[in-house]
T-cell receptor
C-alpha cells in the first residue's frame, strides 16, 4: 500500500492567515493526489483533484501543488468557514489510501 | 444533482454480518464513467477505503478486508451494497458511500455517512 504522511497533524491559525498543509507519499504517484475538507459530523468534500485542479464551486483561495511524492494544499487567506480537517488521498494505486488528516483550529 | 444515501442497521452483534445499502439519485449507476465506493472512518480517526464496484459488476477490494467483503449492485433500484462478515468491535465506524470519477480518479460525491456499531 502507498503510505500517506500529512503534516502537521493540527495547527492553530487566525482568520486571514496563509495556511500550508503538506502530504508526502511513500512512492511516486505522479499527480494522482486529491484533497478533501471535512467538517465535524459531515462527509468529506472534494477541494482539489489531480494535485492542482480546483473542484467546481470551491473558492479560489484554495490551491494545490506538487507531483511525485510531495504535495501541498494552501489556503491563501483563512476564512471562518475553513476551520475543519483536511485529508489528502492518492488515486495512483489500489487500495486508495488517505493521510491521517490535518485539523485546522482557530487561534 | 447527484445524491447518495446510506442505510442499514446501526447496531450489529459481534461475528455477524454488517449489511449496508447506498441509494443513488440523480444519476444511474449503470451509466458508466464512475466507480461506486465504500469508505469508512473509525471514531476520531482518518479515512479507510473499503472497496468499489463498477457498473459491469467488477470489484476492487482493500486487501486488508478482502476476505470479509462482498459488494453488489441492484440496478433496478439504483443501489449498491456492502456486506462485511465476521465483524468485531474494530469494525465500529461511520461508513460512507462515495462516487469516484473513473477518468479523474477522485471522489466527487459522498453520502452523509451512517454509524455502524458492533456490540452485543
Amino acid at each position: 500500500d502507498i503510505q500517506m504522511t500529512q503534516s502537521p497533524s493540527s495547527l492553530s491559525a487566525s482568520v486571514g492567515d496563509r495556511v500550508t498543509i503538506t502530504c508526502r507519499t511513500s512512492q511516486d504517484i505522479n499527480i494522482y493526489l486529491n484533497w478533501y475538507q471535512q467538517k465535524p459530523g459531515k462527509a468529506p468534500n472534494l477541494l482539489i483533484y489531480a494535485a492542482s485542479s480546483l473542484q467546481s464551486g470551491v473558492p479560489s483561495r484554495f490551491s494545490g501543488s506538487g507531483s511525485g511524492t510531495d504535495f501541498t494544499l494552501t489556503i491563501s487567506s483563512l476564512q471562518p468557514e475553513d476551520f475543519a480537517t483536511y485529508h489528502c488521498q492518492q488515486s495512483y494505486h489500489i487500495p486508495r489510501t488517505f493521510g491521517q488528516g490535518t485539523k485546522v483550529e482557530i487561534k | 444533482q447527484v445524491q447518495l444515501e446510506e442505510s442499514g442497521p446501526g447496531l450489529v452483534e459481534p461475528s455477524q454480518t454488517l449489511s449496508l445499502t447506498c441509494s443513488v439519485s440523480g444519476d444511474s449507476i449503470n451509466s458508466g464513467g464512475y466507480y461506486w465506493n465504500w469508505i469508512r472512518q473509525h471514531p476520531g480517526k482518518g479515512l479507510e477505503w473499503i472497496g468499489n464496484i463498477y457498473y459491469s459488476g467488477s470489484t476492487y477490494y482493500n486487501p486488508s478486508l478482502k476476505s470479509r467483503i462482498t459488494m453488489s449492485l441492484d440496478t433496478s433500484k439504483n443501489q449498491f451494497s456492502l456486506k462485511l462478515s465476521s465483524v468485531t468491535a474494530a469494525d465500529t465506524a461511520v461508513y460512507y458511500c462515495a462516487r469516484e470519477v473513473v477518468r479523474g480518479r477522485y471522489f466527487d460525491r459522498w453520502g452523509q455517512g451512517t454509524l455502524a456499531t458492533v456490540s452485543s
